[in-house]
């Protein structure tokens, strides 16, 4: 069976570029979060979509954005990039949002 | 003050042996309690989930959870050189907030042959 999917693996950008992540969730699952890990710290929630549907945001400026589409694949935009931006950001899928949320392996993302 | 807080570690063990991972938390409305492992540079992977007090068992890997004293553990038995890697405890709320996990910092385990 596939797991989450993220694409791409890693990207570079530059100060001020915009950027677009994407995830598909495992077959059957409706729900993804997206999450930042910054290097030696644990991932912090950014987004939660249900059945297309904003369920939860964290404490994220208005530059992240995410949507959910009907096959509930899913993308994350960031815009305006700062150097802090640069980490790994995680998509996770579950059934419904809830327990046993699956991740991927990442969008590790470079901001020079 | 963080919601989730746990020993950054590292965390050094002989081959064989038990290994005690521990988080403490702040916020009693958390209900459901989840370990993960991440090897470098991979996502993590839902190690064990529990959402009531007490010991839940999966092979050699055991959660527990203390909600009086809001302190959860995960042990490991017979710990094996495969095993290195960082261990995440991860929580959430009832209701709808339930799809919002807050992690601890992550424990680097190493576990020498």
């Known amino acids: 069976d596939a797991g989450v999917t993220q694409s791409p693996t890693h990207l570079i950008k530059t100060r001020g570029q915009h950027v677009t992540l994407r995830c598909s969730p495992i077959?059957?699952?409706?729900?993804v979060s997206w999450y930042q890990q910054v290097l030696g710290q644990g991932p912090q929630f950014i987004f939660q979509?249900?059945?297309?549907?904003?369920?939860g945001r964290g404490n994220f400026p208005d530059r992240f954005s995410a949507r959910q589409f009907p096959n509930y694949s899913s993308e994350l935009n960031v815009n305006a990039l700062l150097l802090g931006d640069s980490a790994l950001y995680l998509c996770?899928?579950?059934?419904?949002?809830?327990?046993?949320?699956?991740f991927g392996p990442g969008t590790r993302l470079t901001v020079l | 003050q963080k919601e989730v807080e746990q020993d950054p570690g590292p965390l050094s063990v002989p081959e064989g042996a038990i290994v005690s991972l521990n988080c403490t938390y702040s916020?009693?409305?958390?209900?459901?309690f989840m370990w993960y492992r991440q090897y470098s540079r991979k996502g993590p992977e839902l190690l064990m989930y529990?959402?009531?007090?007490g010991n839940k068992e999966d092979g050699r890997f055991t959660a527990q959870v203390d909600k009086s004293s809001k302190y959860i553990s995960l042990f490991i038995r017979d710990s094996q050189p495969s095993d290195s890697a960082t261990y995440l405890c991860?929580?959430?709320?009832?209701?709808?907030?339930?799809?919002?996990?807050?992690f601890g910092q992550g424990t680097e385990l190493s576990v020498k042959p």
């Open positions: 996770a899928s579950s059934l419904d949002g809830r327990l046993g949320q699956f």
């Open positions: 077959s059957g699952h409706k729900s």
């Open positions: 979509y249900y059945e297309k549907e904003e369920r």
């Open positions: 916020n009693s409305a958390f209900q459901y």
């Open positions: 529990t959402y009531s007090s």
């Open positions: 991860a929580m959430s709320e009832r209701g709808n907030q339930g799809g919002k996990l807050i």
